[in-house]
């Protein structure tokens, strides 16, 4: 009976493979950075906010250059005429709002709107000259584009 049980422990020592052990620690971090994320609305409103303000204190030249790689669209004119390129009604009622401000002399702080879908952010504001600067974020590529620390 000994030598079945020791033949058996032999074999069964001998069927396992510990050439192919993995690294727990490395196994563990590859499958948290593949874990899926939640991101709030409200992380999203303030990457924009922060970038928008980033983008509002660079000088013109690097703004292209900004707007590239974070895939931004950018209108600059008077509200009258960038009414003219939304389609979406809701921003072109802040168009209006925007142009009422202006006639009125009021100050216009920077200020961040969603259109009608949900699935774009713009970050408004004026300059010296009476014009408004629009930039357009994308929600997914805003998402994409975040510090990972952000995401919970």
Known sequence: ?????????????????FTKRLDTAAVVKEMKSKQVKRVLPQDVVNQVDTWGQEIQAKKTSKLDSATKALQISVRVGAPVILKASFKDAKMIQIMDALDYSLSQKQVIPPSIQKNTAGDSLYYFYPSETGKITVLGFAKNIVIQNMDRPLIK
């Open 1 to 17: 009976m000994k030598y079945v049980t020791l033949l058996f422990a032999l074999f069964a020592v001998s069927a396992c493979d």
